[in-house]
């Protein structure tokens, strides 16, 4: 069964504008992945947060943490249409991540 | 090498036959994952290799499917009798040991089974 789900399904915005994704999960993790996917193959690593953080930056993403509500956001301020891409977070208990559906992200030149 | 290598990058196969599809994972990374993901979905775990342990294959979604891993460093994995449902892409991706690791994936293997 999936963990994470992410919400919305599909973003569609305006270049310099910011994304929120959201991602909610079910179960206690020890940490928090976001990845960005293009065309359907291979995932590259964006950011991970652990459960003792609330928030982390990384150049123009900002991701937060609420292990209360059992969820976590991606923020990606001052868009470019390169962000492009479906994002993904994954969440792990132990030694393996199960990823959500993710969110498809267009940004709009 | 420098990055996560899988091949074939596309592979088309006839329903009933058997594939395989390698991984070479980053030298030095003991953990190696094979996860599937069909059209527009997310990714499904299939099966994890940590160093010499035994791995967790309860992903695997029927004995027609099943991965080794040999000295510890590529992978190869194999459905046999494949059906058109397997088709998806099958993506690799190999960490450091530990938690809390990122994965680095593979650019994955297109499978369509006609």
């Known amino acids: 069964s999936q963990q994470g789900e992410e919400d919305p399904q599909a973003l569609s915005i305006q270049e310099g504008e910011n994304a929120t994704m959201n991602c909610s999960y079910k179960t206690s993790i020890n940490n928090l992945q976001w990845y960005r996917q293009n065309s359907g193959r291979g995932l590259v690593h964006l950011i991970l947060i652990r459960s003792n953080e609330r928030e982390k930056h990384s150049g123009r993403l900002r991701v937060t943490l609420d292990t209360s509500k059992k969820s976590s956001s991606l923020l990606i301020t001052a868009s470019r249409a390169a962000d492009t891409a479906s994002y993904f977070c994954a969440t792990a208990g132990t030694y393996k991540y199960i990823f959500g559906t993710g969110t498809r992200l267009k940004v709009l030149a | 090498g420098a990055g996560v290598s899988q091949s074939p990058s596309n592979k088309v196969t006839e329903k009933g036959k058997d594939v395989e599809l390698r991984c070479d994972p980053i030298s030095g990374h003991t953990a190696l994952y094979w996860y599937r993901q069909s059209l527009g979905q997310g990714l499904e775990f299939l099966i994890y290799f940590q160093g010499n342990s035994a791995p967790d294959k309860s992903g695997l979604p029927s004995d027609r499917f099943s991965a080794e891993r040999t000295g510890g460093s590529v992978s190869t994995l194999t459905i046999q009798r494949t059906q058109q449902e397997d088709s998806a892409v099958y993506l690799c991706?190999?960490?450091?040991?530990?938690?809390?690791?990122?994965?680095?994936f593979g650019s994955g293997t297109r499978l369509t089974v006609v």
């Open positions: 991706a190999s960490s450091p040991q530990g938690q809390g690791r990122g994965y680095t």
